[in-house]
């Protein structure tokens, strides 16, 4: 499986980011895979954003619920973020991963994904 991102690597304060990760070698619809997307801040460590599952069910950081989206377009064999009213600390790489899901994992720990995108830099700046 491969992935990649794509979107605006510049956004204003208050504006809505939209990143398409889109994937390959695999069909985002196979069954027990999780597609989510994480980011890291400079200096500090990966963020969980959220996830979407095989079924299309979704679940995202609490601390990012509010102003979260992931959706997917299967026709398509993407997914995709929208993180909107942004601010300079939303200013990341940002990547997008997935795995086939084992019961027992966290989703929201790296460790558990086994392939990521090589990741895009989004600058929240005006």
């Known amino acids: 499986v491969q992935l990649q991102e794509s979107g605006p690597g510049l956004v204003k304060p208050s504006q809505t980011l939209s990143l398409t990760c889109t994937v390959s070698g695999g069909s985002i619809t196979t069954n027990y895979y999780y597609w989510s997307w994480f980011r890291q801040p400079p200096g500090k460590g990966l963020e969980w954003i959220g996830a979407i599952g095989y079924s299309g069910s979704t679940s995202y950081s609490p601390s990012l619920k509010s102003r979260t989206s992931i959706s997917w377009d299967t026709s398509k064999n993407q997914f995709s973020l929208q993180l909107s009213s942004m601010i300079p600390e939303d200013t990341a790489v940002y990547y997008c991963?997935?795995?086939?899901?084992?019961?027992?994992?966290?989703?929201?720990?790296?460790?558990?994904?086994?392939?990521w995108g090589q990741g895009t830099q989004v600058t929240v700046s005006s």
């Open positions: 991963t997935s795995t086939r899901y084992v019961d027992g994992r966290n989703l929201a720990a790296p460790g558990t994904y086994d392939y």
